[in-house]
Structure formats: C-alpha cells, structure tokens
C-alpha cells in the first residue's frame, strides 16, 4: 500500500511535467513563424502582389499566434480547474481539499490514464439543488459513503465468524470494543451509565478509524481533513453531552450550573458568570474540530511536501525524501488510531463531566474517573 502510494505521487508528477512542457510548446511554433512573417514583409518592396500577398500572410500568421495563445490558456485554465497546475502548492492543496471531481486511474479518453476524473457535478447535475442549498456530493462526501461501506462490511462479516474462541477478524473487532467499553466508556462515564453512550461512543471510534485509514489509500481523501466534518462530529458530541446533563441535574439543575455555582446572594455576579459558563460549553466542541481536523491535514501536507522535493530541488535527493515520506507515512497510520481514540476519549470525558455534576450514588467514580481522565488527556496532549 506505501509502494502504491508513493508510485501514484510520482506518476502525478510525471503527468503535470508532460503538460507543463505541452503547454510551453505552441510558443516556440509561434516564434518560428514570425522570422518567416518578417522575411515575407522585407520581400514586399520588390513587388507590389508580393506585398499584398507578406501582409495577408504576417495577418493568418497572427491570427494563428493568437489563436494557438487563447489555446494554451484555455488549456492552462482548464488544466488548473481539473487539478493539473503544475506548481507544488496548487497539487498539494488538490489532494487535501474538498472538490467536486474524483481522481481514479481507469480507462477515459480512448485510453488507459492514471488520472481520469470523474465529475460529480456533471453526473448529479441539478437534480440534488434545492434554490441556494445545494446538496450534491462532493469529493469527501463519496470518501465518506466508501469508508462507511467498508466498515459495515467488516463488522457484519466480522459478527457471522463469531463464536465461543474468538478468532481471526471477530476476535480483532472484540478486542476493539472492549478497549472503547472498558478503557474508555467505564472510566470516564460510570458503570451505572456507560452502556447507554457506548453505541454512540462505538460508532464514532470505528468510524473515524475507518475513515483516516481510507485516506491514506492512493486516489482517494480523507474526510476527516475537512473542517465540516469534523465540526458535525463535535457537535454530535455537544448535544448527547447537554442531553446527558440535563438528564442528570434537570432544566432547573441545569440552567443554576449556568450560573458557575455563585448563590442568589451574589446575583449580581451572573453577567459575568453565565457568559463565561456557555463559552465554556462550545469551547469543548471546538478542541475536537480543531484537533482532528489539524492532525489529519498537517501529515498529508507533510508527505506531499516531502515528495514534492524531489521536482521541486532535483531528482538526487529521492533516496532522503521517500525515506522520510515513508517514515511519515507509517507515522500516519499509528496517527490514525491515536485520533480515534483521543476524539472517543474526550468525548467520554465530556459525557461523564456532564453526569459528575450531579450527586448520584456514582459521583465519587466519576471523581477518580475524571482525575485519571484528565491524566490520559494530558499525556495524549504532550
């Protein structure tokens, strides 16, 4: 898979190589016409037809040289919007962002390619816009439905292999599992209520693993390196985290947290306290956007970049820039379950923060729990 990968970057080049020297070649054909339009135009004072004949000549000839320019910016122009500019920045920001065309290697144009493309725009058309609100796939979208595809694919497969041994795929997937229920969900919510958060806590483990592991996969995208995702995926863990407080402590027990714990006789100290309490319920959301999104982002940036000095110093200095591609390469896989796992923990630790607020028979788990919580999220930090 990392042969594949690093094989796929350099024919990409080799591509935008092949069209920048095509781009460059209308031209040189224009600059070896126009010493024939000027030898035509020192002819012309001999005969009078002659230099009818250089002037209409030197006029196609311009005409073509402007013809032939307007073509090789249509074809620049087109190649820019089709994700073929041939400098570093425009390629690595092509294979990070979100687009509405889907690089695969394929048969397209009467031939084999590696970069055919297929346009979402031109196959959904209009049919998904509603007014202003457009609803078409996009690139991260379609990478979104493949990966989700292929996890439930593994679990169902993985859950008809089961039996009293676990073994092979099953046992994989069990392992997994009781991680995410025994280290994460127990710890931090309370035995009394961690099975009630788990599937939650479950779905969003396996799906952002299955996600950043697609991404590293040539020809396809990470959809965790967009911030839309990952400010949806926080905000399914804001609203189960206020759906878990108000469960515990009420409306009433609820909108007094607001208040910091000041007492009634302090009242006027709210303005100042109840504006800090809710920035300080969105400041959670937006350490886990931020987080994930950054992380995903900055390794591919990373690999790219390393690649892309190849083309951009000299092709010398491969051996060390695939090495170290390589060795970021293997860092992004572990990059991949390490962000699974903080993003699961720490929407845990926010669920079970919620229930903490409130003296049931479990608070003094939840007090430990949060303490060794906290010391796993500082770790993770660090």
Request: glycine share 10%; with cysteine.
């Amino acid at each position: 898979m990392i042969a594949a990968t690093l094989v796929a970057v350099a024919l990409r080049a080799l591509v935008l190589t092949a069209d920048t020297t095509e781009g460059h070649a209308p031209p040189a054909a224009a600059a070896v016409e126009q010493p024939a339009a000027h030898e035509a135009h020192a002819a012309a004072p001999e005969h009078g037809a002659a230099v009818e004949a250089g002037e209409a000549h030197g006029a196609a000839a311009g005409h073509e040289a402007v013809a032939e320019g307007h073509a090789a910016e249509g074809h620049a122009a087109g190649g820019h919007e089709g994700g073929h500019d041939e400098s570093l920045g425009a390629v690595m920001m092509h294979h990070v962002a979100d687009g509405s065309v889907i690089e695969y290697p394929g048969y397209c144009h009467g031939e084999l390619s590696w970069n055919c493309e297929w346009d979402l725009n031109k196959t959904f058309g209009s049919s998904l816009k509603f007014g202003a609100l457009d609803m078409t796939p996009t690139k991260h979208v379609i990478m979104m439905w493949i990966a989700s595809a292929l996890l439930l694919l593994v679990v169902f497969s993985a859950v008809r292999r089961k039996a009293l041994v676990p073994k092979g795929l099953y046992s994989f997937i069990e392992v997994l599992v009781a991680f995410v229920r025994d280290e994460l969900a127990t710890p931090n919510i309370g035995k009394k209520d961690a099975d009630r958060f788990l599937p939650y806590l479950l779905t969003a483990f396996f799906f952002i693993l299955f996600v950043n592991l697609f991404g590293l996969l040539p020809w396809s995208g990470t959809a965790t390196a967009n911030i839309n995702v990952t400010v949806c995926m926080a905000a399914f863990t804001f609203l189960i985290t206020q759906y878990a407080s108000i469960r515990a402590m009420g409306i009433g027990g609820f909108l007094k947290h607001l208040t910091g714990g000041v007492p009634a006789s302090l009242a006027w100290l709210w303005p100042i306290m109840i504006p800090v309490e809710i920035l300080g319920l969105f400041t959670k959301p937006f350490a886990l956007t931020v987080r994930l999104f950054a992380n995903m982002v900055a390794g591919h940036f990373v690999i790219l970049a390393l690649l892309g000095l190849i083309f951009a110093i000299s092709v010398w200095v491969f051996p060390v820039s695939v090495a170290l591609a390589l060795a970021i390469f293997m860092l992004e896989l572990f990059v991949a379950f390490v962000q699974a796992y903080i993003f699961t923990m720490l929407s845990a630790l926010f669920i079970g923060a919620a229930f903490a607020h409130h003296g049931d028979d479990h608070g003094d788990d939840h007090g430990a729990a949060h303490g060794e919580a906290h010391g796993h999220a500082e770790a993770a930090h660090h």
